[in-house]
């Protein structure tokens, strides 16, 4: 059985960092894709960084410049480094694994939450 268990989530202060992490639990074939999704209370779920296997990233506007993802595709990991974290970066992560045509899994999510 396959799983996404993620860490690294907690509370901080506005300004601080976190560094969340996704591991793939189970034999898979590697993913294509691994991201992170994000959502805040009464929100949808939104896009926060995607990383192909090959390197190639995409990173929402609203985190470009302080959040950066990457991920290392021997254990396939995803990482997600905060950096310069802000009250509105409050929500849970969601780790997604994608691999087109064969899967896409979802980790149960991990809270983040930025207040002082």
């Known amino acids: 059985q396959v799983q996404l268990v993620e860490s690294g989530g907690g509370l901080v202060q506005p300004g601080g960092s976190l560094r969340l992490s996704c591991a793939v639990s189970?034999?898979?074939?590697?993913?294509?894709?691994m991201g992170w999704y994000r959502q805040a209370p009464g929100d949808e779920r939104e896009l926060v960084a995607l990383i192909t296997g090959g390197g190639r990233r995409t990173i929402a506007t609203s985190v470009k410049g302080r959040f950066t993802i990457s991920r290392n595709n021997a254990n396939n990991t995803a990482y997600l480094q905060m950096n310069s974290l802000k009250p509105e970066d409050t929500a849970v992560y969601y780790c997604?694994?994608?691999?087109?045509?064969?899967?896409?899994?979802w980790g149960q999510g991990t809270q983040v939450t930025v207040s002082s």
């Open positions: 189970g034999s898979i074939l590697s993913p294509n894709v």
């Open positions: 997604n694994a994608n691999r087109q045509d064969v899967y896409d899994y």
